[in-house]
């Protein structure tokens, strides 16, 4: 190796000293002149500012893994609990699963000084594919009402579905313990309804077990509707299913990874609003792929050794979870999965084949990991519900041609309110990169940055730093026919 002598050793040294003053006053004296806003736009940041709110973090200390293994050894215990197994038997069936989770939700209920309420929800469904005969089927519904006047009538749901089956669904006499599909779930929610209870927030969580998922998504459909029916304000979503395992039947082994499926064109757009996305994109910004970006970056905040893995899918191939009828019935919704299944432990009967175990059976959950997923779980829901309400009635307009990008919103009613945050990304980045706070304001323009370059986003900021779900903006403006100018613009 060739070795400098001294004084060519002090020179290089010198101009290394001269380049990086230069380079740093440099940046200095942009930043002091404020650049454009595109320059800015370019320097890779997160959107997050995401203040460590105490209150999650405790919430997130509480959740035990422990808990949720009891509960998935408890719902395996009652052998079967196929949705049309026996009802009235205390220790076998679907009705024993049933009385044993109403029982647990009311002694988490206790803490909450009569804030959650505890429900069943029965109703008949009527003989279907999967279901031979009329059959009784029964939700166990937690409400823990909101606090804040303005938000209580502002709801996020979160389920499990208790039901479980072998290979064939409609088999109500084989021992189907289901302990990852999905008793998994079902604990997760548990844990979360017991942890949560004790904590106030502005809006309402409901804490949800469903049976009849496996006969086609029964329960979950039955409250959708009923929601819809009686105009319930449900902000979000989350169903927990199959999130028990970190060993997949690929061979890997992944205990820091969560799936969250979230459809991108919404299963309820109309026709005018398919060709308004067609027509300026969006294609990645319904409002379930916004809940996704915001479980990723609340998640990821709190639980920075978990992965949030966003699928931009509805949900798996040749499958469906209960958050699909939320989805077609307009309610943002998604699905949290662990990242490799096994299909040898879902859907089969319990036998020894070939020196290989089949059957949905707890050895072959990981609790620690369920407890990971549950805290993503309720760390998005805490800060959604100790958020403001995401922006309504977000536009983008469009009436005038410029490289500015202007944008309007209705204001929010929340007291605390503190102001709004632009986001915005490239159009080809999978989430939001840059935030800016604009202060308690109900239109901006961002400066220099065109809507034709990049994809903006609204999103509501509380006095403690409580950050909403983004809301992708409509366009408004121009109404002229696409081929001729409205008076006073001209055709581009």
């Known amino acids: 190796m060739k070795t400098l002598n001294p004084s ?4 290089r040294v010198v101009l290394l000293n001269v380049v990086v003053v230069s380079l740093t006053s440099s940046c200095s004296l942009a930043l002091a002149q404020g650049g454009s806003q595109t320059q800015r736009a370019k320097r890779p ?18 959740i035990d893994a422990r808990n949720i293994e009891r509960t998935t050894r408890k719902l395996v215990s009652f052998g079967s609990r196929n949705t049309l197994s ?12 049933r009385d044993w989770l109403y029982g647990e939700l009311l002694k988490a209920a206790e803490p909450s000084g009569g804030r959650m309420i505890v429900e069943k929800q029965t109703f008949e469904q009527p003989k279907a594919p999967r279901v031979p005969q009329p059959t009784m089927l029964t939700n166990i519904v937690a409400t823990l009402k909101g ?8 709801m996020y749901v979160v389920s499990g579905h208790y039901d479980s089956m072998c290979t064939s669904p409609i088999d109500a006499k084989c021992d189907s313990p289901g302990a990852n599909d999905d008793a998994s779930g079902t604990a997760a929610v548990l ?3 017991r942890v949560m209870a004790k904590y106030e927030f502005d809006a309402t969580i409901v804490f949800m077990t469903v049976p009849g998922e496996e006969q086609g998504l029964l329960g979950s459909t039955y409250f959708a509707e009923q929601a819809k029916k009686n105009s319930v304000d449900i902000e979000a979503m989350f169903t927990n299913d199959i999130i028990g395992s970190s060993l997949g039947g690929n061979g890997v082994h992944d205990a820091r990874t969560v799936r969250v499926f979230s459809e991108g064109v919404p299963s309820n757009e109309t026709t005018a609003e398919a060709n308004t996305r067609r027509s300026v994109g969006g294609e990645n910004d319904s409002p379930s792929r916004q809940l996704a970006r915001f479980i990723k970056e609340t998640g990821e905040t709190y639980l920075p050794q978990m992965k949030v893995m966003m699928i ?8 469906g979870g209960d958050h699909i009828p939320f989805l077609e019935r307009g309610f943002p919704a998604v699905r949290f999965t662990e990242p490799n299944e096994d299909y040898r432990h879902q859907h089969q009967n319990v036998r020894m084949e070939n020196g290989i175990q089949y059957g949905d059976l707890p050895q072959f959950d990981d609790f620690n990991y369920i407890a990971s997923v549950a805290r993503i779980n309720a ?4 800060m959604a519900a100790l958020a403001p309400a995401r922006p309504k009635n977000v536009m983008i307009l469009t009436a005038r041609l410029s490289n500015d990008t202007d944008l309007k919103w209705d204001e929010n009613k929340e007291t605390d309110l503190a102001g709004y945050e632009i986001v915005w990304r490239d159009t080809t980045s999978p989430v939001w990169t840059h935030s800016k706070a604009i202060g308690n304001v109900t239109t901006y323009s961002m400066k220099g940055m065109s809507k034709d370059n990049f994809f903006f986003g609204v999103r509501s900021v509380d006095k ?11 366009p408004l403006g121009r109404t002229a026919p696409a081929d001729r100018a409205a008076p006073g613009i001209p055709n581009p």
């Open 379 to 382: 760390a998005s829901l805490a």
């Open 191 to 193: 844990e979360m309804a």
């Open 312 to 319: 931009y899918r509805r949900d798996r191939y040749l499958r």
């Open 86 to 97: 026996e009802q009235n038997d205390p220790n076998r069936g679907i009705g024993a699963a």
């Open 147 to 154: 606090t804040q006047p303005e938000s209580s009538a502002r």
């Open 464 to 474: 403690e730093g409580n950050r909403s779900p983004v809301t992708y903006p409509r």
């Open 45 to 62: 940041s997160r959107t997050s500012a995401v203040n460590r709110n105490r209150k999650i973090a405790g919430i997130l200390r509480e």
């Open 8 to 11: 060519k050793q002090l020179m």
